[in-house]
Each structure stands twice: as C-alpha cells, then as structure tokens.
C-alpha cells in the first residue's frame, strides 16, 4: 500500500488486529471492539461490527484492505476503521484524518464535520469529500474536497468549497453527504461524479430534498458540467431523499440512499436503478433495509450509508453481489436526545438481479 513512512507502522498495526483477534484500547480509540467476531444476524448483514459511535460510515478498498470512515465524535474529526475481508473491523487508533478544518469551515462551538467520503483517483492519490458548516451561518452546510496520499495520513483539505450554493435571501440550499462514484462503463466519457443531498430550507415550508449528480474532472476537485437530479423526496418518505451512492452492477446503475429523519424509526435504506447516470431512476418500491428486520436484531433507524462503487461480485447464474455500510441505532438509546443515540457502524451484502436489489 503507498504510505508514508511514517504512518506505515501505524497502518500495519492497525490491520494486524484481524489476525490476532485482540482488542482495540477503547481508552484509545472510544470504541471498544467486538474481539473474535461480529454479532452476526444474517448471512449477509452483520453488525454491530463495533460498538459505540461509527455513523454516517463511507467505505473505500485500496490495495486489498477495507477501511470505513465517520462522521466526528469524541473530538476525532474523521474517525477511520479497516478490514482485510469485510468482516472483522477495527478502528484505527490514536489518528485523525482530517486534523485541519477547510479555511470556509466553521470551527468552535459551530464546528462539525458530516459524511467523508474518500475516494481512489490513482496511485497515492486519494480524496476526501466533507460536508461541514459554513462561517457565514450556523445553518448553511457545503461540501468541500481534500487531499491525501494515503488512506490514513492526514488529508489536505481545499481552501474553498466545492459545492456550496449561496444563501438567498431568507431561503437556504444545504448540500449534505457528498459521496464519489466513478462510472466503469463510461471510459471514455464523464466517469467522476459527486453525488450529495441538495435540501432547500424555505421559511414556513417543509424543506424539500433531493439526490444530485455533480460532474467533476478526473482529479475529482473541480465541478464539471452542470449537476443534475436523480431522485425527488416525496409525503411518503418522509420529503427525505440524503444519503447518495451508487454503484454499476449487473449492467445497470443502482442508487442507494435513505429516507426520512436520521432519528426516526422510519429511517430505511432505499434503493432507485436507471440505465444512464442521467436517468431517469425507478425506485423499488421496498426498502433494502427498515426498522423491524430480523436481521437487524432489536436495532433501529438503519441508513445513512455507502455501497462500495469499485468492486463487485458476479453470482453463477446470473447477478451481482454488492458491499455496503451503514449505520443503526443502538436499542435504549433511541429516546436519549440527538445528542444521546448511539449509531454504530453495519455492513451488508446486496444480490443485484434483473433489476432488483435485495439481501442476499
């Protein structure tokens, strides 16, 4: 794996946990990990796979190791967990990636950092998607770009946003949970986007959502082109579409995202396919993953996930196998305020065939 020299000891050791099955120091890491195993509730969705705070979890493969990102906590601003097979995870401690908020950030007591996201653009070339609040307001949330050469050292972040549509007036557009998909069946076109939540905040109103596609350049730090929509939030769910990522599987694009409030037992991971980036989406009609699965186990409000766009499976007899994270709530902890619930880190696998999408 390209590392620096001097985080490589600290990549190498965290990995080695997997083998040795022992324990992460939670006084390190602020989680403590579940030594020689997940709970495992199905052949294809495990979790908790560690305990604790891990929400709103991305997932990147680079050079034979899984590592998943989060949202802050515990004063890390982007907390990092890997894996050698996609089953046994622990955290990488004592390591913030992302020690430096962007100039545009606000910091202090508005300070918060959303959704990473990473991404592989080419050998020792990696870039992180962020979302975090804006120095203008407390309520205007952008998405900004950083840079690193390795999955674990620090990343750079950019000194201006990305995406980050102007306040007008009373009313306010929040991009949210920029996440990277790079098309495999495009080559020789548009193959980069940034995909991300677009929210409008009208007084008086219900905020409305979206799921965007933004082209950006090959490099992944500038926009490119127009972006478009992919899927409208509407009454039934919640007028919540956030959570973006898709992958090409199958033949086809699949678009999975969440509906409804984070905090809300409704929370469900859905799923929309299309045949061209551009669409036009179909959702399915059932979500992939809801409140009351047995898989789940008691857990609730699943979502605010990532499918990993870079690798499939194909199934003998037809079909694709698909890896995805995402976070569910710990029972007891639902009514403990915002600030309370404790979301931790689930991975899942999806069987992609003849258009549908379901746990394998």
């Not at 990473?116 to 804006?134: R, S």
């Not at 549509?165 to 790079?182: E, L, Q």
């Not at 409140?291 to 499976?313: F, H, N």
């Amino acid at each position: 794996m390209p590392t620096s020299p001097r985080h490589t000891p600290l990549l190498l050791l965290a990995l080695s946990f997997f083998q040795r099955s022992v324990a992460v120091p939670a006084a390190q890491s602020g989680y403590a990990w579940r030594s020689g195993g997940v709970v495992v509730a199905s052949s294809s969705i495990r979790g908790p796979v560690i305990d604790g705070n891990f929400a709103d979890p991305s997932i990147l493969k680079a050079d034979g190791a899984y590592f998943a990102y989060a949202t802050n906590q515990n004063g890390v601003r982007c907390p990092v967990a890997s894996s050698f097979k996609f089953e046994h995870w622990a955290p990488v401690t004592g390591n913030d990636v992302l020690p430096n908020l962007p100039a545009w950030a606000a910091t202090g007591k508005g300070e918060s950092v959303w959704g990473p996201d990473v991404t592989q653009i080419a050998k020792e070339q990696y870039v992180m998607y962020i979302t975090a609040v804006t120095k203008d307001a407390y309520d205007h949330r952008c998405i900004g770009a950083a840079t690193s050469n390795d999955p674990i050292s620090p990343f750079k972040p950019a000194n201006e946003p990305l995406i980050c549509p102007p306040k007008s007036g009373d009313v306010i557009t929040n991009v949210i949970g920029g996440a990277a998909f790079h098309d495999p069946s495009s080559p020789a076109g548009q193959s980069r986007y940034l995909l991300y939540c677009e929210r409008v905040l009208t007084p008086g109103t219900i905020a409305q959502t979206r799921t965007m596609a933004q082209p950006v350049s090959p490099d992944g730090l500038t926009t490119s082109g127009a972006a478009f929509p992919m899927t409208v939030a509407d009454a039934s769910e919640g007028y919540v579409n956030e959570s973006p990522s898709v992958v090409y599987a199958d033949g086809i694009f699949i678009l999975f995202f969440s509906t409804h409030a984070w905090y809300d037992p409704a929370y469900t991971v859905s799923c929309a396919t299309a045949k061209a980036m551009e669409g036009p989406w179909t959702k399915q009609k059932e979500p992939v993953l809801k409140t009351g699965m047995p898989a789940l186990k008691g857990w609730t409000s699943p979502g605010s996930g990532t499918v990993l766009s870079g690798e499939t499976d194909e199934v003998q007899g037809g079909g694709a196998k698909v890896k995805y994270v995402f976070h569910a709530t710990e029972p007891g902890t639902e009514g403990n305020g915002h600030g309370g619930i404790v979301r931790s880190l689930w991975t899942a696998t999806f069987l992609v065939k003849d258009g549908r999408v379901k746990a394998v």
